[in-house]
């Protein structure tokens, strides 16, 4: 197993090693998802909306329901996108704005605290991960991290499904969890991470909109701080600001760009969010594994990775890349 942060040794040693266009592919449904450019900034060349579709569409009209199930659709595709930062929510120019007004504040001067928060939505599609740095506090719902845990706790992949999913070439998932919560685990481990910001801060909070939004009211009266409340969701958007509590609405994105150019930083994401999305994905000489069988939730809130290699060479120039990495650590 590897962390998160050891694909940037990976993607150095491909470009060290001559590569500069490095081809990604799913086994579900079976395709080749993007490629990227290896270059100072880094460009991902990404399937089409329409063209994913069509691809989606007949895989799973051949597949069994089982499998067809496990198969991300479009709306699933670019969730990946822009929760890993390669995509931006339709509005993101105006939210980060507006976030950095909010937060010019100067507490010596007898400005109030400023904390922000998150729904379900917006822990989901990883917003905290693309978020500007701001001075600010962070203040967490405990109602959000139920209706995380509500998602996928109890929906697991059993013994049929796993062996009906690795004769279609997606190995050693039994008793992970089934692709369409992936993301709601992906928003808990968001959550857990936000934990251990300097300046957060855990309230009580009960599921659903007006339940958590109640929490937010009570942590603003009582401890005499301004809050901001980002999410994707419209109706909270409206009834959080109803009750006054300020509330930012991320619009997601729509649309897949032929190209996008973007960071060393946003392709490690990508990587690691197509992995987990997708159950795995093959690169030149290597299979990155995002589930597998016996992956803990300490494998999962520590981001790490199962990587197979399948060139001997790229194996052990890794492996000596990061034995020098942690020497030096």
Same mark, same amino acid.
């Given at each position: 197993? /590897?962390?998160?942060?050891?694909?940037?040794?990976?993607?150095? +040693?491909? %470009?060290?090693? !001559?590569? =500069?266009?490095?081809?990604?592919?799913?086994?579900?449904? *079976?395709?080749?998802?993007?490629?990227?450019?290896?270059?100072?900034?880094?460009?991902?060349?990404?399937?089409?909306?329409?063209?994913?579709?069509? /691809? %989606?569409? %007949?895989?799973?009209?051949? @597949?069994?329901? +089982?499998?067809?199930?496990?198969?991300? &659709?479009?709306?699933?595709?670019?969730?990946?996108?822009? @929760?890993?930062?390669?995509?931006?929510?339709?509005?993101?120019?105006?939210?980060?704005?507006?976030?950095?007004?909010?937060?010019? =504040? &100067? #507490?010596?001067?007898? &400005?109030?605290?400023?904390?922000?928060?998150?729904?379900?939505?917006?822990?989901?599609?990883?917003?905290?991960?693309?978020?500007?740095?701001?001075?600010?506090?962070?203040?967490?719902? @405990? !109602?959000?991290?139920?209706?995380?845990?509500?998602?996928?706790?109890?929906?697991?992949?059993? $013994?049929?499904?796993?062996?009906?999913?690795?004769?279609?070439?997606?190995?050693?998932?039994?008793?992970?969890?089934?692709?369409?919560?992936?993301?709601?685990?992906?928003?808990?481990? +968001?959550?857990?991470?936000?934990?251990?910001?300097?300046?957060?801060?855990?309230?009580?909070?009960?599921?659903?909109?007006?339940?958590?939004?109640?929490?937010?009211?009570?942590?603003?009266?009582?401890?005499?701080?301004?809050?901001?409340?980002?999410?994707?969701?419209?109706?909270?958007?409206?009834?959080?600001? &109803?009750?006054?509590?300020?509330?930012?609405?991320?619009?997601?994105?729509?649309?897949?760009?032929?190209?996008?150019?973007?960071?060393?930083?946003?392709?490690? *994401?990508?990587?690691?969010?197509?992995?987990?999305? %997708?159950? *795995?994905?093959?690169?030149?000489?290597?299979?990155?594994? !995002?589930?597998?069988?016996?992956?803990? !939730?300490?494998?999962?809130?520590?981001?790490?990775?199962?990587?197979?290699?399948?060139?001997?060479? #790229?194996?052990?120039?890794?492996?000596?890349?990061?034995?020098? #990495?942690? $020497?030096?650590?």
């Amino acid at each position: 197993m /590897v962390p998160k942060e050891d694909l940037m040794v990976l993607l150095n +040693e491909f %470009y060290l090693s !001559g590569v =500069r266009i490095l081809t990604v592919r799913v086994p579900l449904p *079976e395709v080749e998802l993007y490629r990227i450019e290896l270059r100072k900034e880094p460009v991902v060349y990404l399937k089409g909306v329409e063209e994913y579709r069509e /691809v %989606y569409s %007949y895989e799973a009209l051949k @597949s069994e329901q +089982e499998v067809a199930g496990e198969m991300p &659709d479009e709306r699933e595709y670019i969730l990946v996108l822009q @929760s890993s930062g390669v995509l931006k929510p339709e509005n993101y120019a105006q939210v980060c704005e507006e976030l950095l007004r909010l937060s010019d =504040r &100067d #507490l010596m001067r007898g &400005d109030r605290p400023l904390y922000v928060g998150f729904d379900t939505s917006a822990l989901v599609s990883r917003f905290p991960v693309v978020m500007p740095e701001i001075n600010c506090g962070v203040c967490l719902n @405990s !109602g959000v991290i139920q209706e995380l845990h509500a998602k996928f706790v109890e929906s697991k992949i059993g $013994e049929h499904e796993a062996r009906l999913l690795e004769k279609r070439g997606l190995r050693e998932v039994f008793n992970q969890p089934h692709m369409r919560v992936r993301k709601f685990r992906l928003g808990a481990v +968001e959550y857990r991470k936000l934990k251990r910001h300097r300046y957060a801060e855990e309230i009580e909070g009960k599921r659903g909109d007006l339940g958590i939004i109640e929490g937010y009211c009570e942590f603003q009266k009582s401890r005499g701080v301004d809050l901001v409340v980002i999410s994707e969701d419209g109706n909270f958007v409206e009834v959080a600001n &109803d009750r006054r509590i300020k509330s930012l609405h991320l619009i997601p994105a729509r649309g897949v760009p032929e190209r996008v150019r973007t960071g060393w930083d946003e392709v490690v *994401e990508l990587l690691y969010v197509t992995a987990v999305v %997708y159950g *795995e994905l093959r690169i030149r000489g290597a299979v990155l594994r !995002g589930v597998w069988r016996g992956k803990t !939730g300490e494998d999962w809130n520590s981001e790490r990775l199962r990587l197979e290699f399948r060139d001997r060479r #790229l194996e052990e120039r890794m492996q000596g890349n990061l034995r020098i #990495l942690r $020497e030096c650590s």
